[in-house]
Protein backbone atom coordinates (compact mmCIF):
# COMPACT_ATOMS: atom_id res chain seq x y z
CA UNK A 1 0.00 0.00 0.00
CA UNK A 2 0.80 3.78 -0.59
CA UNK A 3 1.95 6.25 1.79
CA UNK A 4 -1.20 8.40 1.20
CA UNK A 5 -3.26 6.00 2.01
CA UNK A 6 -1.78 5.16 5.28
CA UNK A 7 -1.43 8.37 6.18
CA UNK A 8 -4.97 8.94 5.65
CA UNK A 9 -6.08 6.21 8.07
CA UNK A 10 -3.70 7.62 10.55
CA UNK A 11 -5.55 11.35 10.45
CA UNK A 12 -9.00 9.57 10.49
CA UNK A 13 -7.57 7.49 13.75
CA UNK A 14 -6.17 10.25 15.27
CA UNK A 15 -9.34 12.73 14.55
CA UNK A 16 -11.73 11.74 12.68
CA UNK A 17 -12.59 8.52 14.88
CA UNK A 18 -12.41 10.11 18.15
CA UNK A 19 -14.91 12.65 17.27
CA UNK A 20 -17.45 9.79 15.88
CA UNK A 21 -17.15 7.93 19.44
CA UNK A 22 -17.77 11.02 21.31
CA UNK A 23 -20.80 11.58 19.58
CA UNK A 24 -22.09 8.19 19.93
CA UNK A 25 -21.08 8.30 23.48
CA UNK A 26 -23.03 11.64 23.94
CA UNK A 27 -26.51 10.02 22.08
CA UNK A 28 -26.22 6.89 24.69
CA UNK A 29 -25.79 9.17 27.85
CA UNK A 30 -28.60 11.10 27.18
CA UNK A 31 -31.08 8.50 26.37
CA UNK A 32 -33.49 10.99 25.56
CA UNK A 33 -36.31 8.89 23.83
CA UNK A 34 -38.74 9.71 20.70
CA UNK A 35 -42.17 9.90 21.43
CA UNK A 36 -44.72 10.00 17.91
CA UNK A 37 -47.97 11.75 18.10
CA UNK A 38 -51.02 12.75 16.05
CA UNK A 39 -52.84 15.55 17.00
CA UNK A 40 -56.63 14.30 17.58
CA UNK A 41 -58.43 15.81 20.29
CA UNK A 42 -59.07 15.35 23.06
CA UNK A 43 -55.52 12.88 23.51
CA UNK A 44 -53.23 15.01 21.51
CA UNK A 45 -54.28 18.36 20.91
CA UNK A 46 -51.38 20.81 19.66
CA UNK A 47 -51.52 24.92 21.24
CA UNK A 48 -50.42 28.08 19.32
CA UNK A 49 -46.95 27.98 20.74
CA UNK A 50 -46.16 24.50 19.37
CA UNK A 51 -46.48 22.44 22.41
CA UNK A 52 -48.83 19.63 23.03
CA UNK A 53 -51.62 19.03 25.33
CA UNK A 54 -54.15 16.43 25.95
CA UNK A 55 -55.38 13.26 28.06
CA UNK A 56 -52.88 10.86 26.45
CA UNK A 57 -49.79 13.76 27.22
CA UNK A 58 -50.87 14.30 30.75
CA UNK A 59 -50.60 10.60 31.22
CA UNK A 60 -47.51 10.30 29.42
CA UNK A 61 -45.42 13.18 31.18
CA UNK A 62 -46.74 11.46 34.44
CA UNK A 63 -45.12 8.30 33.57
CA UNK A 64 -41.94 10.24 32.12
CA UNK A 65 -41.82 11.99 35.49
CA UNK A 66 -42.57 8.69 37.20
CA UNK A 67 -39.78 7.09 35.51
CA UNK A 68 -37.18 9.78 34.77
CA UNK A 69 -37.63 9.62 31.36
CA UNK A 70 -35.97 12.15 29.10
CA UNK A 71 -38.23 12.87 25.77
CA UNK A 72 -39.63 14.80 22.62
CA UNK A 73 -42.13 14.69 20.81
CA UNK A 74 -42.11 13.91 17.06
CA UNK A 75 -45.47 14.84 14.99
CA UNK A 76 -46.83 13.10 11.96
CA UNK A 77 -49.78 14.01 10.10
CA UNK A 78 -51.93 10.28 10.06
CA UNK A 79 -51.90 7.18 11.57
CA UNK A 80 -49.76 5.76 8.69
CA UNK A 81 -47.28 7.23 9.46
CA UNK A 82 -46.82 7.02 13.28
CA UNK A 83 -47.35 2.96 12.42
CA UNK A 84 -44.68 3.19 9.41
CA UNK A 85 -42.61 4.83 12.22
CA UNK A 86 -42.97 2.22 14.66
CA UNK A 87 -42.15 -0.26 12.68
CA UNK A 88 -38.87 0.90 11.33
CA UNK A 89 -38.14 1.63 15.21
CA UNK A 90 -37.62 5.60 14.18
CA UNK A 91 -39.57 6.42 17.63
CA UNK A 92 -39.35 4.61 20.72
CA UNK A 93 -42.94 5.13 21.48
CA UNK A 94 -46.80 6.73 20.53
CA UNK A 95 -49.13 8.10 23.13
CA UNK A 96 -51.87 8.59 20.72
CA UNK A 97 -54.83 5.52 21.70
CA UNK A 98 -54.01 3.41 19.76
CA UNK A 99 -56.96 0.56 19.52
CA UNK A 100 -55.52 -2.96 20.64
CA UNK A 101 -55.92 -5.71 18.00
CA UNK A 102 -54.91 -9.35 17.49
CA UNK A 103 -52.75 -7.68 14.07
CA UNK A 104 -50.92 -4.77 16.71
CA UNK A 105 -49.95 -7.80 19.18
CA UNK A 106 -48.27 -9.78 17.03
CA UNK A 107 -46.35 -6.78 14.94
CA UNK A 108 -45.70 -4.35 18.50
CA UNK A 109 -44.80 -3.98 21.86
CA UNK A 110 -48.56 -3.20 23.41
CA UNK A 111 -49.21 -1.19 26.81
CA UNK A 112 -51.82 -2.17 29.22
CA UNK A 113 -55.16 -0.53 28.42
CA UNK A 114 -55.84 3.36 29.75
CA UNK A 115 -59.34 3.89 27.82
CA UNK A 116 -62.21 1.72 26.93
CA UNK A 117 -64.66 3.50 24.57
CA UNK A 118 -66.78 2.09 20.95
CA UNK A 119 -67.06 2.64 17.92
CA UNK A 120 -69.46 5.45 16.92
CA UNK A 121 -71.77 6.83 14.39
CA UNK A 122 -72.80 11.00 13.58
CA UNK A 123 -75.21 11.82 11.40
CA UNK A 124 -76.51 15.38 10.26
CA UNK A 125 -79.29 16.89 12.69
CA UNK A 126 -80.82 18.45 9.08
CA UNK A 127 -81.71 15.06 7.79
CA UNK A 128 -82.85 13.50 10.61
CA UNK A 129 -86.53 14.40 10.33
CA UNK A 130 -88.43 11.72 8.90
CA UNK A 131 -91.18 14.48 7.03
CA UNK A 132 -88.20 16.12 5.67
CA UNK A 133 -86.67 12.70 4.54
CA UNK A 134 -90.32 11.93 3.12
CA UNK A 135 -90.55 15.18 0.85
CA UNK A 136 -86.81 15.16 -0.22
CA UNK A 137 -87.43 11.53 -1.46
CA UNK A 138 -90.12 12.82 -3.79
CA UNK A 139 -88.35 15.74 -5.10
CA UNK A 140 -85.02 14.07 -5.80
CA UNK A 141 -84.14 13.81 -9.46
CA UNK A 142 -83.94 10.16 -9.06
CA UNK A 143 -87.84 10.60 -8.48
CA UNK A 144 -88.37 12.25 -11.44
CA UNK A 145 -86.47 10.10 -13.49
CA UNK A 146 -88.09 7.16 -12.58
CA UNK A 147 -91.42 8.86 -13.33
CA UNK A 148 -90.50 9.80 -16.42
CA UNK A 149 -89.68 6.39 -17.21
CA UNK A 150 -92.85 5.24 -16.87
CA UNK A 151 -94.60 7.80 -18.24
CA UNK A 152 -92.53 7.28 -21.28
CA UNK A 153 -93.79 3.68 -21.48
CA UNK A 154 -97.13 4.57 -21.10
CA UNK A 155 -97.04 7.03 -23.69
CA UNK A 156 -95.55 4.18 -25.84
CA UNK A 157 -98.22 1.30 -25.58
CA UNK A 158 -101.03 3.65 -25.30
CA UNK A 159 -99.75 5.38 -28.95
CA UNK A 160 -98.96 1.88 -30.46
CA UNK A 161 -102.82 0.23 -29.57
CA UNK A 162 -104.30 4.09 -30.73
CA UNK A 163 -102.91 3.10 -33.84
CA UNK A 164 -103.89 -0.13 -34.61
CA UNK A 165 -107.56 0.55 -33.06
CA UNK A 166 -107.95 4.33 -34.44
CA UNK A 167 -109.82 2.89 -37.86
CA UNK A 168 -112.02 -0.18 -36.18
CA UNK A 169 -112.48 1.11 -33.00
CA UNK A 170 -115.40 3.73 -33.02
CA UNK A 171 -113.76 4.93 -28.93
CA UNK A 172 -110.45 5.26 -30.56
CA UNK A 173 -111.68 7.40 -33.97
CA UNK A 174 -110.34 10.67 -32.71
CA UNK A 175 -107.38 13.08 -34.58
CA UNK A 176 -103.46 12.46 -33.41
CA UNK A 177 -103.78 14.90 -30.48
CA UNK A 178 -106.52 13.52 -28.98
CA UNK A 179 -106.14 9.81 -29.94
CA UNK A 180 -102.68 9.74 -28.72
CA UNK A 181 -104.23 11.45 -25.38
CA UNK A 182 -107.07 8.51 -24.98
CA UNK A 183 -104.58 5.99 -25.54
CA UNK A 184 -102.43 7.49 -22.74
CA UNK A 185 -105.47 7.40 -20.60
CA UNK A 186 -105.72 3.71 -21.31
CA UNK A 187 -102.69 3.02 -20.90
CA UNK A 188 -102.46 4.53 -17.08
CA UNK A 189 -105.94 3.53 -15.95
CA UNK A 190 -104.93 -0.49 -17.34
CA UNK A 191 -101.41 0.33 -15.46
CA UNK A 192 -102.95 1.20 -12.12
CA UNK A 193 -105.64 -1.60 -11.92
CA UNK A 194 -108.39 1.03 -11.75
CA UNK A 195 -110.60 -0.57 -15.12
CA UNK A 196 -113.04 1.95 -15.82
CA UNK A 197 -113.82 0.46 -19.48
CA UNK A 198 -114.52 3.62 -20.98
CA UNK A 199 -111.54 2.61 -23.44
CA UNK A 200 -110.83 -0.71 -24.35
CA UNK A 201 -109.18 -2.44 -27.64
CA UNK A 202 -111.56 -4.48 -30.18
CA UNK A 203 -109.29 -5.73 -32.50
CA UNK A 204 -107.44 -8.94 -32.19
CA UNK A 205 -104.42 -7.10 -32.47
CA UNK A 206 -105.08 -4.20 -30.17
CA UNK A 207 -105.74 -6.78 -27.07
CA UNK A 208 -102.87 -8.91 -27.93
CA UNK A 209 -100.91 -5.54 -27.19
CA UNK A 210 -103.26 -5.10 -24.63
CA UNK A 211 -102.46 -8.21 -22.40
CA UNK A 212 -98.76 -7.58 -23.21
CA UNK A 213 -99.01 -4.21 -21.33
CA UNK A 214 -100.92 -5.68 -18.33
CA UNK A 215 -98.61 -7.97 -17.59
CA UNK A 216 -95.69 -5.36 -18.24
CA UNK A 217 -97.78 -2.86 -16.11
CA UNK A 218 -97.70 -5.24 -12.99
CA UNK A 219 -93.96 -5.12 -13.44
CA UNK A 220 -93.47 -1.66 -13.55
CA UNK A 221 -96.06 -1.03 -10.71
CA UNK A 222 -94.44 -3.66 -8.27
CA UNK A 223 -90.64 -2.63 -9.24
CA UNK A 224 -91.31 1.34 -8.79
CA UNK A 225 -93.67 0.23 -5.26
CA UNK A 226 -90.23 -1.93 -3.57
CA UNK A 227 -88.04 0.86 -5.38
CA UNK A 228 -89.69 3.99 -3.39
CA UNK A 229 -89.86 1.81 -0.18
CA UNK A 230 -86.77 0.55 -0.04
CA UNK A 231 -85.63 4.33 -0.45
CA UNK A 232 -87.78 5.76 1.78
CA UNK A 233 -86.27 3.17 3.78
CA UNK A 234 -82.64 3.64 3.24
CA UNK A 235 -83.75 7.02 3.86
CA UNK A 236 -84.84 6.49 7.25
CA UNK A 237 -82.01 4.42 8.33
CA UNK A 238 -79.36 6.14 7.79
CA UNK A 239 -80.50 8.86 10.53
CA UNK A 240 -81.87 6.31 13.00
CA UNK A 241 -78.91 3.60 12.98
CA UNK A 242 -79.54 1.17 15.64
CA UNK A 243 -77.36 -1.83 14.43
CA UNK A 244 -74.79 -2.87 12.19
CA UNK A 245 -76.82 -3.95 9.46
CA UNK A 246 -78.11 -0.32 9.59
CA UNK A 247 -75.24 0.93 8.35
CA UNK A 248 -75.23 -1.41 5.21
CA UNK A 249 -78.29 1.24 4.19
CA UNK A 250 -76.01 4.15 4.28
CA UNK A 251 -74.89 5.18 0.61
CA UNK A 252 -71.76 7.01 1.68
CA UNK A 253 -69.67 6.33 4.98
CA UNK A 254 -66.84 8.02 5.89
CA UNK A 255 -63.99 7.10 8.56
CA UNK A 256 -60.38 8.19 9.31
CA UNK A 257 -57.67 5.96 7.02
CA UNK A 258 -55.89 3.13 8.66
CA UNK A 259 -58.31 3.57 12.26
CA UNK A 260 -59.44 0.41 13.45
CA UNK A 261 -62.81 2.13 12.51
CA UNK A 262 -62.01 1.55 9.10
CA UNK A 263 -60.75 -2.13 9.57
CA UNK A 264 -63.86 -2.79 11.20
CA UNK A 265 -65.98 -1.52 8.80
CA UNK A 266 -64.14 -3.52 6.10
CA UNK A 267 -64.65 -7.41 8.10
CA UNK A 268 -68.02 -6.23 8.21
CA UNK A 269 -68.25 -5.50 4.47
CA UNK A 270 -69.83 -2.34 5.21
CA UNK A 271 -69.36 -0.15 1.78
CA UNK A 272 -66.42 2.69 2.59
CA UNK A 273 -67.12 6.16 0.25
CA UNK A 274 -64.62 8.25 2.10
CA UNK A 275 -61.78 7.80 3.97
CA UNK A 276 -60.05 11.36 6.23
CA UNK A 277 -56.69 11.72 7.61
CA UNK A 278 -58.08 12.76 10.59
CA UNK A 279 -61.31 12.97 12.54
CA UNK A 280 -61.53 16.53 12.07
CA UNK A 281 -61.50 16.56 8.51
CA UNK A 282 -64.37 13.83 8.28
CA UNK A 283 -66.85 15.65 10.86
CA UNK A 284 -66.25 18.85 8.50
CA UNK A 285 -66.78 16.73 5.34
CA UNK A 286 -70.37 15.87 7.18
CA UNK A 287 -71.22 19.55 8.45
CA UNK A 288 -70.90 20.14 4.48
CA UNK A 289 -73.03 17.10 3.19
CA UNK A 290 -70.00 15.33 1.32
CA UNK A 291 -70.74 12.09 3.40
CA UNK A 292 -74.25 11.15 4.57
CA UNK A 293 -72.46 9.30 8.17
CA UNK A 294 -69.25 9.41 9.99
CA UNK A 295 -68.07 6.12 11.85
CA UNK A 296 -65.25 6.52 14.59
CA UNK A 297 -64.47 6.53 17.71
CA UNK A 298 -67.52 7.87 19.99
CA UNK A 299 -66.10 9.86 22.57
CA UNK A 300 -63.54 11.54 20.09
CA UNK A 301 -66.87 12.60 17.53
CA UNK A 302 -68.92 13.92 21.18
CA UNK A 303 -65.46 16.07 21.78
CA UNK A 304 -64.96 17.48 17.86
CA UNK A 305 -68.68 17.78 17.88
CA UNK A 306 -68.90 20.18 21.00
CA UNK A 307 -65.48 21.90 20.55
CA UNK A 308 -66.22 22.88 17.25
CA UNK A 309 -69.67 24.46 17.59
CA UNK A 310 -71.72 21.77 15.48
CA UNK A 311 -73.86 20.59 17.70
CA UNK A 312 -76.83 22.19 16.34
CA UNK A 313 -75.83 20.77 13.06
CA UNK A 314 -74.42 17.08 13.88
CA UNK A 315 -75.29 14.37 16.48
CA UNK A 316 -74.27 10.82 17.21
CA UNK A 317 -76.22 8.16 17.29
CA UNK A 318 -76.69 6.12 20.78
CA UNK A 319 -75.87 3.24 19.75
CA UNK A 320 -72.18 1.85 20.22
CA UNK A 321 -70.21 -0.75 18.21
CA UNK A 322 -67.06 -2.53 18.80
CA UNK A 323 -65.88 -1.78 22.29
CA UNK A 324 -62.40 -0.88 21.87
CA UNK A 325 -59.51 -0.84 24.19
CA UNK A 326 -56.64 2.04 23.58
CA UNK A 327 -52.98 1.51 24.72
CA UNK A 328 -49.74 3.04 24.21
CA UNK A 329 -47.76 1.11 21.66
CA UNK A 330 -43.83 0.56 20.73
CA UNK A 331 -41.95 -1.28 18.75
CA UNK A 332 -41.40 -4.88 19.12
CA UNK A 333 -39.68 -6.08 22.21
CA UNK A 334 -39.03 -3.01 23.73
CA UNK A 335 -37.65 -2.67 26.93
CA UNK A 336 -39.87 0.14 28.12
CA UNK A 337 -43.07 -1.98 28.17
CA UNK A 338 -42.17 -3.34 31.60
CA UNK A 339 -41.52 -0.09 33.02
CA UNK A 340 -44.22 1.97 31.83
CA UNK A 341 -46.60 -1.07 32.26
CA UNK A 342 -46.93 -1.14 36.34
CA UNK A 343 -46.88 2.97 36.48
CA UNK A 344 -50.09 2.92 34.12
CA UNK A 345 -51.92 0.60 35.88
CA UNK A 346 -51.88 2.57 39.04
CA UNK A 347 -52.05 5.72 37.58
CA UNK A 348 -55.31 4.90 36.06
CA UNK A 349 -56.83 2.89 39.38
CA UNK A 350 -55.74 6.65 41.20
CA UNK A 351 -58.86 9.28 41.91
CA UNK A 352 -57.14 11.47 39.91
CA UNK A 353 -57.49 9.49 36.38
CA UNK A 354 -61.35 10.28 36.67
CA UNK A 355 -60.58 13.78 37.02
CA UNK A 356 -58.68 13.98 34.00
CA UNK A 357 -60.94 12.29 32.32
CA UNK A 358 -63.98 14.31 33.10
CA UNK A 359 -61.07 17.24 32.36
CA UNK A 360 -61.24 16.36 28.69
CA UNK A 361 -65.34 15.84 28.60
CA UNK A 362 -64.38 12.09 28.78
CA UNK A 363 -66.21 9.05 30.55
CA UNK A 364 -64.50 5.86 32.49
CA UNK A 365 -66.72 4.17 29.49
CA UNK A 366 -68.50 5.16 26.73
Not at 9 to 29: D, G, M, T
Request: glycine share 6%.
Amino acid sequence: MTKPFYLCLLIFVLVLFPQFAYNQRIIYEDNRLTVGVIVEPPFVIKDEDGSFYGLSIDLWQFLAGELQLKYEFREYSNLWGVLRALTHNEIDITVNPMTVSGTRLQQFSVSQPFFISGVGVAVSRSRGNQLQTFFRTFASPDFFKLIGFIGTVIFIFGTVVWLIERKLNKQRNHNDIEGILDGFWWAAVTMTTVGYGDKTPKTILGRVIAMVWMFTAVVIVSTFTATMTSTLTVNTLEHNIEHLEDLKNVKRIGTVMASSCEDYLTINRINIHSTFNSATLGIEALAEGKIDAFVYDKPILHYLIHENNYDNQIRVMSATFNKEYHSFIMPRDSDLLDKINPELVDKIAMSSWGKTLTKYNLHREE
